[in-house]
């Protein structure tokens, strides 16, 4: 079984500041992992994957992600937050070897942006 | 380019009745997906489709139904609506070659009264 913690029901950040949103997961397999944001009252929309590579992972919005193999975590980071980045972020996970049976998500944090 | 949506957006329900949530994709999605979300509990997927004509069960698949006879559209069927199946309903649409990269529809919250 696969599964997904995000530790922290809220982040509280100033705007300016960095921010990092916490993930691990637990598969049987190589990982793939992925971010992803919503906005009051709208779907998900994808933010950024890790399926191989490098373990520094850039995407949409300028966050970024490090993936850490030997502590299983995927922690969402950006240097410089933004009050429009006041969302809720949700980390998910799929085993490399798993079929199409769609994503594990964790229960999502939710990130406000004091100004 | 619209993307994925689902109708209606909001619907109250009595005990007992039964409804269709429907979903539809204009990106020639192979893989469509119906989530349900729950305050606190992150999505929960009840049933996916890699393809038309072929279904199979996620995680949470009592109590709905779903069909999918063409590419584009994939239908949940609510029967016998019961208080516990009161949430937020997203649809969500992937490629075969990118099937975890989803794209998700704006949702339909579904209350049962």
């Known amino acids: 079984a696969q599964s997904v913690a995000q530790p922290e029901d809220q982040v509280n950040v100033a705007e300016g500041n960095p921010l990092t949103v916490k993930c691990t997961y637990s598969v049987s397999g190589n990982p793939y992992l992925f971010w992803y944001v919503q906005y009051p009252n709208r779907g998900l929309q994808f933010l950024l994957k890790?399926?191989?590579?490098?373990?520094l992972v850039k995407g949409s919005y300028g966050f970024e992600a490090e993936f850490n193999k030997s502590q299983t975590s995927f922690h969402l980071k950006k240097p410089s937050a933004l009050v429009s980045d006041s969302a809720l972020y949700f980390c998910?996970?799929?085993?490399?070897?798993?079929?199409?049976?769609?994503?594990?998500f964790g229960k999502g944090t939710h990130l406000i942006i004091q100004p | 380019n619209a993307g994925v949506t689902q109708t209606p957006k909001f619907r109250i329900l009595k005990i007992g009745q039964s409804m269709t949530l429907q979903c539809t994709q204009d990106m020639n999605h192979n893989y469509m997906y119906w989530y349900r979300q729950d305050p606190g509990m992150g999505l929960k997927l009840i049933y996916y489709?890699?393809?038309?004509?072929?279904?199979d069960k996620g995680e949470v698949p009592n109590g709905y139904n779903v069909s999918r006879s063409t590419t584009e559209d994939f239908p949940l069927r609510l029967e016998l609506a019961a208080p516990s199946q009161t949430s937020v309903y997203f649809c969500?649409?992937?490629?075969?070659?990118?099937?975890?990269?989803?794209?998700f529809g704006p949702g339909t919250r579904l209350t049962v009264t």
């Open positions: 890790y399926i191989t590579g490098d373990n």
């Open positions: 998910a996970v799929r085993d490399e070897g798993g079929g199409a049976d769609g994503l594990t």
């Open positions: 489709s890699v393809g038309a004509g072929i279904t």
């Open positions: 969500a649409s992937s490629s075969r070659g990118t099937p975890y990269e989803q794209y």
